[in-house]
């Protein structure tokens, strides 16, 4: 476990003794789990302190990349803005490139204007596809610190992934979805908006895993390349559910809600439960609304703290410690936490 830190010092960040965290450090038995994980956490929360003192007072410039629908780049946005004032004295100035489809090679020339314009870092929601993941390569050859956000390029040579876990996430629509209908036969419309993005496919596969252990009676119908739009979404909704009668609930993962519902309602079929993911403005007023009963949230603000530290670490050429994946909480019109 290297590390440039004092065993004491070390030791007074995870309340340990010098012992302990000698025998941690020197891989010696008899140490348990949960000891080690503080002795790491503790390293990791150090190398953030020394980072955050050899950048105080600078001003960084990074770039902000992604494809998605509006409503989810809105709330990243007003999350990276929100953030970017407990990072003073430091100053990171974020330029925001947001585009709802964007296609490979348009992302990749950008990627590249960016790199030869110079940046601290950039925060990249991409497809995992190989064009995405060579532009990364050569960004992160000339010294920049990439990170992924909300989904992952994990054969890249991005520095971390700030987000959630996306399978647990998954598994946890599917714990909703197969607790609702408690032994009973259904069949569930599982909405990405590509098929293109890891993070989306690690919540179908969670989904599909988990139903198909616990909950064999519940079936998926699928549909893709709708990019989250509300107009492609509802046209791919309304073709799949006049195609199927027995969907009666629905599992979004990519978005276009709002569409979702209005062509169900104008088939005259009723949604038994419905589970979304992010909690931007769209799904807080379903939510509140009853029209959705479920929303899958992760805090955006932690996401853009790990992305601001791990692009610090990067500037004083720091070992980039793995961010800190962000909680999943399952939101009801009860629990909604505050508008940013």
Do not use: W
Not at 170 to 182: I, P
């Amino acid at each position: 476990m290297s590390h440039p830190f004092l065993v004491k010092d070390i030791a007074f960040q995870a309340g340990l003794s010098t012992a302990t965290v000698d025998r941690v450090l020197n891989g010696r038995a008899g140490v348990r789990r949960q000891t080690e994980m503080r002795v790491k956490a503790a390293i990791a929360e150090l190398e953030k302190q020394h980072a955050s003192v050899a950048v105080s007072g600078r001003t960084l410039a990074i770039d902000i990349v992604m494809e998605t629908p509006m409503r989810f780049s809105d709330a990243v946005r007003a999350a990276f803005e929100a953030e970017v004032a407990t990072f003073l004295p430091t100053v990171f100035r974020c330029r925001f490139h947001f585009a709802e489809v964007m296609k490979p090679l348009e992302m990749v020339q950008l990627l590249d204007r960016i790199r030869l314009r110079g940046t601290h870092g950039i925060v990249l929601k991409a497809p995992d596809i190989p064009e995405i993941a060579a532009a990364v390569e050569r960004a992160a050859k000339t010294g920049i610190t990439v990170v992924t956000l909300v989904t992952d390029l994990p054969n890249s040579s991005r520095a971390v992934y700030a987000g959630a876990d996306n399978r647990a996430a998954g598994e946890t629509a599917a714990y909703l979805v197969g607790n609702y209908f408690a032994g009973a036969a259904a069949r569930v419309l599982v909405t990405l908006s590509s098929g293109r993005f890891r993070g989306e496919e690690e919540r179908e596969i969670g989904f599909r895993r988990v139903l198909r252990e616990r909950y064999p009676q519940i079936g998926v119908a699928e549909i893709s390349e709708g990019h989250g739009a509300d107009a492609a979404t509802g046209m791919l909704a309304a073709r799949a559910i006049a195609a199927d009668a027995t969907i009666n609930a629905v599992y979004s993962i990519g978005g276009g809600n709002r569409a979702v519902l209005a062509a169900f309602e104008e088939a005259g079929r009723n949604i038994r439960i419905f589970v979304a993911h992010d909690l931007d403005a769209d799904n807080r007023a379903l939510l509140a609304a009853g029209k959705i009963d479920f929303v899958l949230h992760h805090d955006l603000r932690t996401d853009a703290r790990s992305a601001f530290r791990a692009i610090m670490s990067g500037v004083v050429k720091e070992r980039v410690a793995p961010a800190v994946l962000s909680a999943v909480e399952i939101i009801t019109p009860y629990n909604m936490p505050a508008g940013n």
